[in-house]
């Protein structure tokens, strides 16, 4: 197929919109079921177009006649076993792969400002795809799961980019997604992954040394270990409960070192009080064993640090001690 002019019939790009959405929407309007449909007609792997392949998104942008670039910019791309989205590094607990989130309002805008056939006027967002944003920014609302509107929407079977197969192949009314929509203020900690994502970041010092993945995993994970106890299991955590983790865990991260060294102040000195003992799991809990267990990443080094330093200067080590896996003596 030859992708070296744009098609007859298109759409416009939408704000923030992956690559798998647009495709998906394009095709529809050019009379194809599906992605991988439309796809197969243009000589493309659907694979490439959701992965982010170089060549996919070339070949996709001049079939849709968008400026060069714009897709890479919004599209969660793979890289190797990981992610990357708009330049930030990206793991595998950093994106939802098939749990497929939604604005409700988001979508009714886009049903009644859009053009074309009403199933191909819905499209995806790019942070839709991110787990640590729970919220749209412009509406005020949570995200809900398309499962929540449509029990028996298989993402899977169906293809979680796949958005015209989404509003067109299941029994998901339009009419109700609004009813679904719970008013929720994005937080501070999403506000913060919102402004790095797309270039305009404000400065928080201590998050700001690691990567955009690494910021948001470890105010949820403080923030959980903070709310929820030195034992708190993070994978019985609910969506809401990861919500007011990452909260808990930007407020304290964003005082910096001072301020997380307060924060395991408190945890030292609680520990101390309820006479679980002085040990690193004892006194930092769920924190520790989390930054412990992911302890080939450096990209977390900046908050392991300041738990050595205050390990070092506050407990009471025995020589050859470790921390994180390293002696900590001569």
Known sequence: ???????????????????????????????????????????????????????????????????????????????GSDYSLNGHDLKRYSVRRERVHVCPLCIAKDIANGVGPTFLRPHGR??????????????AIALVPVTDIEPDFNARKLGSHDFPVLFRQTSVQMANLERHAANRRPSP??????????????????????????AAKICEVIGAASLGGPRVRLSRLSDEEWFDAGIEGFDILSGGEAGFWDHLEGLRVSADRSGRGQSLRAVYGRSYEWLAFHTSDSAFDPIREVIKRHSRETLPFRLHDRVFGATDGP
Not at 33 to 54: A, T, Y
Not at 126 to 139: F, G, N
Request: net charge neutral; charged share 15%.
């Open 126 to 139: 790019a942070a839709w795809r991110l787990a640590s944003i729970r919220s749209c920014a412009q509406h």
């Open 1 to 79: 197929m030859n992708h070296s002019h744009p098609l007859a019939l298109r759409l416009p790009h939408g704000i923030q919109e992956p690559a798998g959405s647009f495709a998906s929407r394009l095709g529809g309007l050019n009379g194809c079921e599906s992605l991988g449909d439309f796809c197969r007609d243009m000589g493309l792997l659907s694979s490439g177009v959701v992965r982010g392949n170089d060549h996919a998104l070339v070949a996709l942008e001049t079939l849709g006649d968008l400026v060069p670039g714009t897709l890479a910019r919004v599209t969660v791309r793979s890289i």
């Open 189 to 214: 900690l999403e506000c913060y992954l919102h402004l790095r994502l797309w270039g305009q970041p404000m400065k928080v010092p201590l998050l700001d040394t690691m990567p955009w993945y690494a």
